[in-house]
């Protein structure tokens, strides 16, 4: 079940606009992690016996652009989650 919702979790993020690009790359930043935070509590709320973790934005651009180096992201950040 944990598998099933970091990875649902990631994938609303995405949908949700975290990691679409701006003009202002500090003001978008900080817009994405209240996005996150927000996203992340509002799942907590809906199923309170899950465990919520951290998700992971991703710009499409930056998946097109810098495979390698999103690619190196989402290892990561599947280890630190126990994937």
Do not use: H, Y
């Given at each position: 079940?944990?598998?099933?919702?970091?990875?649902?979790?990631?994938?609303?993020?995405?949908?949700?606009?975290?990691g679409?690009?701006?003009?202002?790359?500090?003001?978008?930043?900080?817009?994405e992690?209240?996005?996150?935070?927000e996203?992340?509590?509002?799942?907590?709320e809906?199923?309170?016996?899950?465990?919520?973790?951290?998700?992971?934005?991703v710009?499409?651009?930056?998946?097109?652009?810098?495979?390698?180096?999103?690619?190196?992201?989402?290892?990561?950040?599947?280890?630190?989650?126990g994937?």
């Open positions: 079940m944990k598998k099933e919702f970091a990875l649902l979790l990631a994938a609303i993020l995405m949908l949700t606009g975290c679409s690009s701006s003009a202002s790359a500090t003001a978008s930043a900080s817009a992690a209240a996005k996150e935070t996203i992340e509590t509002q799942a907590e809906a199923s309170p016996d899950a465990d919520v973790l951290k998700g992971l934005a710009r499409g651009s930056d998946a097109q652009n810098k495979q390698e180096e999103v690619r190196e992201s989402v290892g990561s950040w599947l280890s630190e989650l994937f």
